[in-house]
């Protein structure tokens, strides 16, 4: 039995008015060549950003996107509002998945969205998805054979990615650039 892993950059998006470019790295892990595992990260690289540690694919994209123009006006926006663009990682894991024992369907995937700043701010989303399944259905998989890539696709099938990863983004934001806090003024 040969386990081996992998990491592809399996999507490339260009997001928003200031061109962001959002990464997708999958790691995928197979034994004696089948898939038994597969999880994704997200990091989203700025039009201000340095790019010397990106893929030479990203860098290429980088290149033709992110023009001067692009730049400047990130940096107009940026001062104006006192944001600065930070990257995220995100993380999607399925850390449980309910099932009937008698037949190996799946009817509830549990799953968490962790996103981590260049600084280590992070925030998380956890939530479940109800399935549902026909046993008997040419297509169907017993719990022993899902992979992780399998039940993940059935979660984005139910959760919004882009939204629970601004939702991520936005807490983030908030633990960076409070505008609230609690306490009392006496308290030394």
Request: charged share 20%; aromatic share 6%; proline share 3%.
């Amino acid at each position: 039995m040969a386990l081996t892993e992998e990491t592809v950059q399996d999507k490339i998006e260009i997001v928003g008015d200031f061109k962001h470019i959002q990464v997708r790295t999958a790691t995928v892990i197979k034994r004696d060549g089948d898939e038994i595992s597969r999880s994704f990260s997200r990091h989203v690289v700025a039009p201000d950003a340095d790019i010397t540690g990106e893929s030479a694919e990203v860098q290429a994209i980088c290149n033709a996107v992110h023009t001067d123009a692009s730049k400047s006006s990130l940096c107009c926006t940026s001062s104006r509002t006192g944001d600065i663009a930070m990257a995220i990682t995100y993380t999607w894991t399925i850390p449980a998945l309910e099932h009937e024992i008698a037949d190996g369907g799946v009817y509830i995937a549990h799953w968490r969205c962790t996103g981590v700043d260049d600084d280590g701010n992070s925030a998380s989303a956890y939530g479940t998805c109800g399935l549902t399944y026909d046993a008997s259905a040419s297509d169907f998989t017993p719990y022993d054979d899902i992979t992780e890539a399998q039940a993940q696709g059935w979660v984005w099938g139910h959760v919004s990615q882009s939204d629970t990863e601004a939702a991520i983004a936005s807490k983030i934001d908030a633990m960076v650039n409070p505008t609230t806090a609690d306490g009392v003024p006496w308290a030394a």
